[in-house]
């Protein structure tokens, strides 16, 4: 999949195309990519309510690098933290090393991994899965990596399976030709996004002349001519030792683990040759080809006005780095940067993001900013020059570059507190800063940047003649949308009832398992009741100097009706814009002088609350806290501000087809008097007054229907009493409101609908209907059916069936979203238009042979098995262990679900699947929206 992270830490702008779609394209907000860095000391605990910091950051403590005789070079890092390990090969090749025609055969080649090996001819993402492993890959500019997390007693089958695709992958033409077409499917999503045909067009101008000008995962043109002796080729040459770096990170014993590392990887031939065209030299900074004073201007269909603009920059090793992501740092990070301030709270724009990368042979810095409504590009290519200008001219402040450092700093801190990231910062280290240690020089180098060498890297690198610029203008297409009958040109589909997957095979081909590890118990939350009624759940960590803050207030969507819907998130937005003692950038001042982060976001059944900090700054980060739940005014200005960029993100969401299928089937799926049914639209955003703002937040902004779940270093007692001084005045008064939530009939049919949008290439379908909440004595029970029909999409039936055998989509998935009430059920996927109707034909016979025939006992053993082996996997993360800990306590589940959900999945009868699946499957009542062009639009 393609993510883009602002890389607001180390120069880490990356283009990564990882295999599986991920669930979050379907959702309202994307998340960024991976994180990076890792923390590796522990802190010691200070007599304040928190840990202090470390006197000295060093990330790579106890990290071991060997090398094999075979040339291949091995990281470890015992972290004793969580029974998990993650096991990670980078191989040094990316697209930076493509050929011309060739543009995406890295890309290609690492979805070619997962289709088996001469010793296990099976789809590898069916035995990952089997292992309960969160495993995926990603291809980048400068390299290809595989990663998974497992239960540390399946670490050495991780190596077996890493070792035999890297020398025994089958490349056949069949399934390159399946594959070719999963592929072009992703590529054709990403044409879906107005700023991804924007950025691709100014990157090949910036670098006209580089393969860093070029998309990482290619173009449909050069993927439909790829050859098996191309691909087979490719992999020969550069998947081997000699040009792979094998990291493990997590809890397992350094001497025997090495010793596996060997007996797996160590038989594997080497093939020095492989690396010889990798030495290229680093190349010089390039005038771009476009003239800079003339935008790139792309007049498409779209929704939202926005710029980017490129400036070239050195490689990762250059010493200009550290000093370059100060000066990012500056500009756009936070509220209280100059570009943000100039920019989106002047109302120019309504959002803005910077990032520099710095890559093996090059990198470049990126701003891009959407305008507000009303807003010309030209005026904010006119402001970000003039800022540019100050910068380059004047210089920066002292406490400018005090803050960006810290921010800097305690961003490195606070995105590498699980092992998984740990791990990628060391491959990106290792294999993009040509050392494992790299992160270590440049924290010490960001220290002693001065105020001096900013301006300087700004002179130097941020001139009018060394930038690339492209405007995005929409435009509106003569095609008329629609919401007609899916049948209409349907053709009759061969469907031929896809075998299930027999786990029995499976197993034949799973490496063994070591028995001999010793269980570990789950640390549960204190759970304390606050005199205001407020519920906190504590979880200590001394793992890493952090914490990290998880909230639920009862105050979401659920409450909004028809003619205000909005409401619950313009207020939500709108909380941190003021109090009765601080405005909206002293707020935020004070939370990003310590990099900190603290926000709300309004859900269907609640607001979401997340913070985050460095140890030492938890009081800061409750009293910010404290302080808008109690004393929010809600300034005129400020609100206006959010509300035209609600206007501006709607818009933006009217064309995505992914939003625009949720909300076409959330609509149908619910009738007008259900709290899921309201969606905002432009009349009722405008419609909403500041007095219904601040009576909203009186009325649902109370302590007894609040949740808050802190995980980290701190003392418990301490951060009770905290909480008791800071919150005692706020007080509830009467009862809190409660929705109301009608009776959801399902269709008496299937209901079809097609909402059309102009200028798209893919289409994003979802079926499903009304489904479960948490408390369904079926729930387990659900969640092990849901495993087998689609829970993974390399290794479920569904996934099995249209992705794998017949090629239709890049991603397919199931889920029950069971949440206080009966939230849906959804199968989603992604597809060409003309295969939407083949795809969902399939997809319905599947599901009534899976509600007429059940389950198979071999099934439901695999699927317990690895949802079981995920839990704990997940759980490792402490975001994740935040969030877990505090939607059990909001679903009224209690904190011994934290150890009681595994042996309640593997209670799970294959009696209670198969009733489940009668009762929960209706393949003739679903609700199907296929939002996106029309055929014969996509067949133009």
Known sequence: MYFRSNARRRSLLILLFSLCLSAVVFTTKATSAPSEVLVSQRPTTSPSATSTEPQAFTLTQDVRKTVLDN???????????????????????????????????????????????????????????????????????????????????????????????MQNSLIEPQQLEKEKRVVISELQGYENSPSYRLSRAVMRAAFPNQPYGLPVGGTKADVQKFTVEQVRDYYRKYYNPANATLIIVGDFQT????????????????????????????????????????????REAGSASFLQQVYPLPAANHPDVPALDVMDYILTGGRNSRLTQALVESGIASDLSGGAANLIGAGWYELMATAAPGQKLEKIDQVLASELAQLRDKGVTEEELKRAKTQLTAKVILEN????????????????????????????????????????????????ENRTVGFFEPTQLDEQANQGSADAGKTSENFSDGSPVDPAEVAKYLPPVDSSATPTTQALPEEIRLTNGMRVLLLPDRSTPTVTLSGYMRAGTEFDDQAKAGLASLTADNLMNGTKSRDALEIAKVLEERGASL????????????????????????????????NATFPS??????????????????????????????????????????????????????????????????????VLSLVGNFDPAKVRSLLESQLSSWQDSGQSPVANYPQVPLPKTKVELNPVLPGKTQSVTLLGYRGIDRQDPRY????????????????????????????????????????????????????????AQKAIASTITLLQQIQEKGVTPSEVATAKRSIASEYPVGLADPSSLAQTILNNEVYGLGSSELRNFVSKIEAVTVEQVNQAAKDLLHPANLVVVTAGPSVSASKN
């Open 71 to 165: 040339g291949m070079t091995v990281l470890t890092k015992e972290v004793h933290t969580a029974p998990v390990v993650t096991v990670q090969v980078w191989y040094k090749i990316g697209s930076r090393n493509e050929a011309p025609g060739v543009n995406g055969i890295a890309h290609q080649l690492e979805h070619m991994m997962f289709k088996g090996t001469k010793e296990r001819p099976i789809q590898f993402g069916r035995l990952f899965s089997a292992l309960g492993s969160a495993s995926n890959a990603f291809t980048s500019y400068d390299q290809t990596a595989y990663f998974g997390t497992v239960e540390r007693e399946k670490l050495k089958a991780l190596l077996v399976l890493e070792s035999d695709r």
């Open 255 to 298: 001497e025997p683990t090495l010793a596996a590392v060997q007996e797996t990887f160590g038989k594997v031939p080497g093939n020095s040759s492989a690396t010889l065209d990798q030495k290229t030299s680093v190349s010089p900074i390039q005038k771009p080809k476009s003239n800079s004073q003339n935008p790139i201007v792309l």
């Open 417 to 464: 507190r699980d092992i998984t990231s740990q791990a990628m910062q060391l491959g990106y280290d290792e294999l993009s800063g040509g050392d494992y240690r790299y992160t270590d020089r440049y924290l010490t180098a960001v220290q002693k940047v001065s105020a001096a060498q900013v301006q300087r890297v700004a002179q130097t690198y941020l001139t009018p």
């Open 599 to 630: 926000g709300f976001g309004a859900n269907r059944e609640g607001v979401n609350i997340e913070g985050n900090s460095l140890a030492a700054d938890l009081p800061i980060l409750i009293q910010s806290f404290a302080d808008v739940v109690q």
């Open 637 to 706: 200005e400020q609100l206006e501000l959010t509300r035209q960029q609600m206007l501006t993100e709607l818009k933006v969401k009217l064309d995505t087809p992914s939003q625009v299928a949720i909300r076409t089937f959330q609509q149908t799926v619910y009738p007008e008097n259900h709290p899921f049914h309201a969606f905002p639209t432009e009349e009722s955003l405008k419609g909403i007054t500041r007095e219904d703002v601040v009576d909203f937040y009186q009325k649902h902004y109370r302590p007894d229907t609040t």
């Open 780 to 835: 387990y029970a659900a969640l092990v059916l849901n495993q087998i029909v689609g829970g993974d999409t390399l290794s479920s039936r569904l996934g099995t069936e249209i992705r794998d055998r017949q090629g239709l989509t890049y991603g397919i998935y199931s889920y029950f979203q069971a949440g206080l009430h009966q939230g849906p059920f959804l199968i989603q996927m992604q597809t060409a238009p003309e295969d």
